[in-house]
T-cell receptor
Framework: DTGVSQDPRHKITKRGQNVTFRCDPI?????LYWYRQTLGQGPEFLTY????????KSRLLSDRFSAERPKGSFSTLEIQRTEQGDSAMYLC?????????????FGPGTRLLVL | KQEVTQIPAALSVPEGENLVLNCSFTDSAIYNLQWFRQDPGKGLTSLLL?????REQTSGRLNASLDKSSGRSTLYIAASQPGDSATYLCAVRSSGGSNYKLTFGKGTLLTVNP
């Protein structure tokens, strides 16, 4: 068990460019979550996958954002036509089960800076 | 809509002091509550998870309590050390419709001075 990993750890891009982040969950975890954290705030929920199915998207996730989880393994989060307001830490988490258990384990995050 | 508030926003203490961080939430229908630690520019490390049926959890120098009916949790840190300096986040998992996502507070920035 190597924990949740995210790549890249840091990304600097120019406004208008597209970026893609990757998250590899803990093996055997079938739930995967994306959160976004801006400076001085707590993380905010973006989207959730159960296996390969995307079950909910937050209203924070505009149509410039798309997330996938092919084959229920790793996930990608793509931001098209980036804006300066997209600058944030993007956190991925995974969990094994719902119900009263289902502790979410977080990765180290990808820090995005849009110039 | 669940809202989580953490008080104080920042706390500075001398090494060795015992301290309490506070978390309140507006909807008592929760599955569990987690306390996380976040070092600058880093991801989240889970410290303690309290199920809705539990009153407290302990791990080393950390003790977290939960009063679900009043919508409150506290994180007690005994004999604080400079290495405890970090932001501490409280998060609840509601038992309502969206029962998989965590709702976070803004965190308490703790500085322990040697």
């Amino acid at each position: 068990d190597t924990g949740v990993s995210q790549d890249p750890r840091h990304k600097i891009t120019k406004r208008g460019q597209n970026v893609t982040f990757r998250c590899d969950p803990i093996s055997e975890h079938n739930r995967l979550y994306w959160y976004r954290q801006t400076l001085g705030q707590g993380p905010e929920f973006l989207t959730y996958f159960q296996n390969e199915a995307q079950l909910e998207k937050s209203r924070l996730l505009s149509d410039r954002f798309s997330a996938e989880r092919p084959k229920g393994s790793f996930s990608t989060l793509e931001i098209q036509r980036t804006e300066q307001g997209d600058s944030a830490m993007y956190l991925c988490a995974s969990s094994l089960a719902l119900g009263v258990m289902g502790t979410q384990y977080f990765g180290p995050g990808t820090r995005l800076l849009v110039l | 809509k669940q809202e989580v508030t953490q008080i104080p926003a920042a706390l500075s203490v001398p090494e060795g002091e015992n301290l309490v961080l506070n978390c309140s939430f507006t909807d008592s229908a929760i599955y569990n509550l987690q306390w996380f630690r976040q070092d600058p520019g880093k991801g989240l490390t889970s410290l303690l998870l309290i199920q809705s049926s539990q009153r407290e959890q302990t791990s080393g120098r950390l003790n977290a309590s939960l009063d679900k009916s009043s919508g409150r949790s506290t994180l007690y840190i005994a004999a604080s050390q400079p290495g405890d300096s970090a932001t501490y986040l409280c998060a609840v998992r509601s038992s309502g419709g969206s029962n998989y996502k965590l709702t976070f507070g803004k965190g308490t920035l703790l500085t322990v001075n040697p």
